[in-house]
């Protein structure tokens, strides 16, 4: 399973934040730490600042920080605010999985399904950070 890049960087940026989820920080700053294109760094920074899961203030002072306890935001809501993964698609097609008419792969989808949608819902920023290496 793979997510696109900009869910990839936008989970990381958020785990780095939810380290010391007080901080304001750079975005510049995250996203050489990171490794991160600046210009894409920019476009994450919009959407998760739209969705509210992050500040974003300009200035001397400015900079981002997490809106939310870094134990309230899970993986589903990055998901659902950058509309990479959709858990009632059909795994075989672009249309929405149907129980009346399933395809060759719903029998053994729907269990892998519903823990998916498990994990993302209960997975933290907190359990994130707790558990990254770096």
Wanted: proline content about 4%; aromatic content about 6%; hydrophobic content about 35%.
């Amino acid at each position: 399973m793979k997510f696109q890049d900009t869910t990839e960087h936008a989970i990381r940026f958020l785990t780095y934040m939810a380290k010391d989820p007080s901080k304001r920080y750079s975005t510049k700053e995250i996203a050489v730490t990171l490794d991160i294109p600046y210009k894409y760094m920019t476009k994450i920074v919009t959407l998760l600042s739209k969705a509210g899961l992050i500040e974003s203030k300009k200035g001397s002072q400015g900079g981002v920080s997490l809106q939310k306890e870094p134990s309230k935001i899970t993986v589903k809501d990055i998901l659902e605010v950058l509309g990479d993964f959709s858990l009632d698609r059909c795994i075989l097609g672009d249309h929405k999985c149907n129980p009346d008419g399933v395809c060759a792969m719903h029998e053994s989808w729907v269990p892998t399904r519903i823990k998916l949608e498990e994990t993302f819902s209960t997975t933290t920023l907190e359990t994130l950070a707790k558990n990254e290496r770096v």
